[in-house]
């Protein structure tokens, strides 16, 4: 990917991906940056030669556009926006605005990939849902696809609708891995561990059994099958947690967040 990348806002997720985009040898010339906030670009130019704009009006607008302002601000960017476009690439990394809002708000424009990372693309692990819109063509979901591969991996959907699903289970993902942290670290605690043994053995068997499944290709039923030998520790604790609906829990869970992320994406198309 070569393409010249323009982002409007430049917080914690752009700034994420534009390291992301130098580690892989994007250089920073390549790469425009517009936040109205002078401590964003202080901070951003302390740690790359980025081209800096405190106002849309004088941003170059390059092959590719990320917008990475909060949902809410979309509107007025989208506004100073419209009048500028002409073969861009729009790349949304706004949680809950739809492809059909966005597209209204700058005038019809149709180029637009939606995108949902995670916070763990902040350390380069994340994972990233993406909807092409139909007026997308196979370079636009390749320069998309290769601006979120420099924070982690990707998958992309036929459908936008399946976004809320994303938002549900690895958009808000890490939270639930992070209750499931405190919960071990605590019981640790109770079990008569000291506190930064119990953490860092939490935390531990987080990443380790992550790294597992992912690199050994095996199902996470077969795995957790071969940790539970027949009558030991680990088959009481797993018969415990299904005792109690851990299992069930999570899903409603996931589906109470799909749900909710439905209810703010017909929010947010009513902002404008």
Known sequence: MHNKITFIGGGNM??????????????G???????????????????????LKADLVKAQLHDVIVLAVKPQQLPAVAAGLAPRLK???????????????????????????????????MV?????????????DGAGRSAAEGIMR???GVVWLKEESLLDAVTAVSGSGPAYVFYFIEALEAAGVEAGLAPEAAR??????????SRLALESGEEPASLRAKVTSKGGTTEQGVATLDARGVRQAIVAAVKAASARSVELGEELGRLA
């Not at 209204?104 to 990372?117: F, K």
Request: charged share 15%; proline share 4%; hydrophobic share 50%.
């Open 14 to 27: 752009a700034t994420a991906i534009i390291s992301g985009l130098i580690a892989s040898g994007i250089p």
């Open 150 to 152: 420099a924070v982690g």
């Open 124 to 136: 380069g692990a994340g994972i990233t849902g993406l909807f092409a819109a139909a007026e997308v």
């Open 200 to 209: 860092t053995l939490a935390l531990q068997t987080f990443l380790g059994a």
């Open 87 to 121: 073969e861009q690439l729009i790349v949304s990394i706004a949680a809950g605005v739809r492809v059909a809002d966005l597209s209204r708000w700058l005038g019809g424009y149709g180029g637009i990939v939606r995108t949902m990372p995670n916070t763990p693309a």
């Open 29 to 51: 010339s390549q790469i425009e940056v517009v936040d109205p906030s002078a401590e964003a670009r202080d901070r951003l130019a302390g740690r790359f030669g980025l081209h």
